[in-house]
């Protein structure tokens, strides 16, 4: 909640530093034993660590939401770029941030369950084909949002 954020968020020496491990505060979280005490790897240090061990040292291109630029991805950079050895290298020289695909007016999450595949969508309607759900994504800038309600179809 707000009150356990402001909390980190005054353990922060500078707004741009963000958490390498986060220790759990509550027995009902996920955990680990270590040095900095019990708790879980921050969620940026993840998604580093995966890309290192699948595609190497960088990347060609790197995609994700709008939402993710900060401080998701920023952390990524910092973090790479150390591991690497090589600050300032360009761990990913093409970054791709895209719009929102909206459902009913909420933001599409799959912490949400208010997802739909495209299975899903194509067979919702029997007008819909996969040509033209390809022109209707070729009709939206990619950092546009899109909204999508059942009833009245894509807009």
Request: proline share 5%; charged share 20%.
């Amino acid at each position: 909640g707000g009150a356990r954020q402001s909390s980190r968020q005054s353990e922060k020496k500078d707004p741009r530093d963000f958490a390498l491990w986060k220790t759990n505060e509550g027995s009902s979280e996920v955990g680990w034993d270590s040095p900095w005490g019990f708790g879980r790897p921050g969620w940026h240090i993840e998604c580093s660590a995966l890309t290192h061990s699948i595609y190497g040292h960088s990347l060609q291109m790197h995609s994700g939401g709008v939402d993710l630029k900060f401080p998701h991805h920023c952390n990524e950079i910092a973090q790479c770029e150390a591991h690497r050895g090589a600050p300032g290298a360009g761990w990913v020289p093409l970054w791709l941030h895209t719009g929102h695909l909206y459902i009913k007016g909420r933001k599409m999450s799959k912490s949400l369950k208010n997802f739909v595949t495209v299975r899903e969508l194509l067979s919702e309607s029997t007008d819909w084909t996969g040509d033209d759900l390809r022109i209707f994504a070729l009709m939206y800038h990619y950092r546009s949002d899109v909204h999508y309600n059942p009833d009245t179809g894509l807009q």
